[in-house]
């Protein structure tokens, strides 16, 4: 495995701002590199800062109709929104296909063995399907990148989306394909958007068992959520072997972001962030695609975008210090844990010897 890490920015994601007074804004992204600089990340020898070329229509086409493809550019050019979250414009879309074409970069460096690891700065678009958009998002990059390393070979991915929102486009995408092993960890969706990805969702057809939701209850810190992931995850990690991992979500299970209830902390993120690149290396030689592009609060999100980095990279520490203090979990959050872990395990049984 190369130990070499790349990943991709441009000044131009902060072109990705949704406008004043919406959570999703430009600067983000700029102060998350600033605070990375800062603090000696972008010096470690293994890490290289690729700067990408924008998505091609043709790699958008891999997974979206065309016709919706279509109304986006149409939106962008007319400076309309999608709908009452999801505003486009020219600048927006110019934004989103370099955030796509660093997701594209760095799948393509780890899958040709040229880098160990990608980690992709604004990528993680989950909520849009082949032919709808919403929740922030315009195409999906994750299955964009799925569909252009199967052009050059690749056969089986996993997909763990830790976003506090259920992945609601990337699972209708793949519902139905046993190539794609998708897991998203997320927020009860009775309690938050997209309100869906419930643990009985598990795919259909051939695919009936390879879309797995884990629904933790509002409150849940990092111990329980680390056992769920453990439990779930790991096992089914290990049995299925793909040959690449991709890993999308962000800072929005972080305690102090506002557009969630999960209580994670960045110490929390950093031991997920280093359990995701773990199992990478025990089975699929360590080829890991980190999409880090949520979080809202902007006083926590460099301190959680550093954890994720430092995970990935496989720092093995992480000392910085939170301006809040985390909750303490209640214990009836670990025994609500448990039970969806349990109920998982009886749901999924007859399509995975790990949990007979």
């Known amino acids: 495995m190369s130990e070499r890490v790349v990943l991709s920015f441009h000044e131009k994601f902060r072109q990705y701002d949704l406008g004043e007074g919406h959570p999703f804004r430009g600067d983000r992204f700029v102060d998350a590199m600033k605070f990375f600089r800062e603090r000696g990340l ?16 043709i790699d958008l086409l891999r997974v979206h109709d065309e016709d919706y493809v279509d109304l986006i550019f149409r939106l962008a050019s007319e400076n309309r929104s999608y709908d009452i979250e999801t505003p486009v414009s020219n600048q927006i879309l110019e934004a989103v296909l370099l955030i796509i074409g660093g997701v594209l970069e760095c799948g393509r460096a780890v899958y040709s063995g040229e880098a160990g690891r990608g980690i992709s700065l604004g990528g993680g678009f989950h909520h849009a399907g082949r032919n709808y958009g919403g929740g922030f998002c315009l195409f999906n990059d994750v299955a964009i990148l799925i569909e252009c390393l199967r052009v050059n070979g690749a056969k089986k991915f996993l997909v763990l989306d830790y976003d506090v929102h259920a992945g609601n486009g990337t699972s209708d995408i793949y519902y139905c394909d046993p190539s794609v092993l998708f897991i998203s960890i997320h927020q009860d969706p009775r309690t938050i958007y997209p309100g869906t990805g419930f643990t009985w969702q598990i795919g259909e057809g051939e695919g009936k068992g390879y879309n797995v939701n884990i629904p933790l209850p509002p409150g849940t810190g990092d111990e329980s959520y680390l056992y769920a992931v453990k439990e779930i995850f790991i096992p089914l990690a290990e049995e299925f072997k793909p040959e690449i991992i991709i890993a999308n979500g ?37 080829k890991l695609v980190m999409l880090i592009g949520s979080g809202y609060n902007p006083e926590v999100l460099p301190i959680c975008w550093h954890a994720l980095v430092a995970g990935a990279i496989g720092l093995q520490s992480f000392d910085l210090k939170e301006p ?33």
């Open 250 to 286: 962000g800072s929005d299970a972080h305690f102090a972001d506002k557009l969630g209830d999960l209580s994670l902390t960045a110490r929390g993120f950093f031991k997920l962030s280093s359990l995701i690149r773990e199992t990478a290396d025990k089975v699929c030689a360590g």
């Open 42 to 57: 972008l010096n470690l020898p293994n890490l290289m800062v690729i700067e990408p070329r924008p998505a091609s229509k």
């Open 324 to 356: 809040y203090t985390p909750p303490i979990e209640p214990p009836f959050i670990r025994r609500k844990v448990q039970g969806v872990v349990e109920e998982l395990r009886s749901l999924l049984k007859e399509n995975w010897r790990c949990f007979k």
